[in-house]
């Protein structure tokens, strides 16, 4: 059976990793993207006191950027590869100090194992890309149950009118209903958000290759 995206195909981090691609395949444009990332956060309201969740965190993109500006201790990380997290840590983290290793924690199927209870933003980024649409559905439904003190995740996705096959995104990337990189609908989305307990809110922020930015936001935070 096809994997549903390369990066769930066998023996595709062992390889990467071995060429030192650990930057290159979580989708290049490393400090422009981290920035945009922690931008977008600061936007949505993160402070330095904030715990936050980095889902889909890669080799620390964002992480480099956001360490050392939160609180010591207050960044947490997951990945379908614990060991790109550990990668990024290694070659690309200044700030070692303020992240526990620890925190970084390998994470197929958006169970969160480990992870406190209070975190207060997450963010996925170019995460649902990647994944088809009950993957989102699921993943929105355990953050919900999961961090009661959650105040907003942020995640993107790329969009198409429904019953489209294949669109060609603005930047020139060509996603697809049935395989990555997926899209979906805005109806689609909206559903999963509501389904999951959250608000949904579409922001006008364009992003690198075309992406879509949502805020999930519990229905009691502003």
Not at 21 to 50: F, K
Not at 153 to 172: C, I, K, M, N, Y
Request: a positive charge; one cysteine or more; charged letters at 20%.
């Amino acid at each position: 059976m096809k994997p549903i995206s390369p990066y769930h195909a066998p023996g595709f981090y062992d390889t990467a990793l071995a060429r030192g691609r650990h930057r290159d395949i979580v989708g290049g444009r490393w400090n422009e993207t981290g920035t945009i990332q922690m931008d977008l956060l600061r936007a949505a309201g993160l402070q330095p006191h904030h715990r936050l969740l980095d889902i889909g965190a890669g080799s620390l993109r964002l992480g480099c950027k956001a360490v050392p500006w939160l609180d010591p201790g207050h960044y947490w990380a997951t990945d379908l590869s614990g060991a790109l997290m550990r990668r990024g840590y290694d070659l690309e983290l200044a700030e070692k100090d303020c992240l526990p290793p620890g925190q970084l924690i390998e994470d197929g199927d958006f169970a969160f194992p480990g992870l406190p209870d209070d975190i207060d933003f997450a963010i996925a980024f170019a995460v649902f890309t990647h994944l088809p649409l009950d993957h989102l559905a699921r993943a929105l439904s355990r953050i919900r149950a999961r961090f009661p003190r959650l105040q907003r995740l942020l995640f993107t996705v790329f969009l198409a009118p429904e019953g489209t096959a294949s669109l060609r995104q603005p930047d020139g990337v060509v996603t697809h209903a049935a395989r990555a990189p997926y899209h979906f609908s805005e109806r689609a989305v909206q559903a999963a958000v509501a389904a999951a307990g959250f608000a949904a809110s579409r922001q006008p922020t364009r992003l690198p290759r075309g992406q879509a930015l949502w805020w999930a936001t519990p229905p009691q935070m502003p």
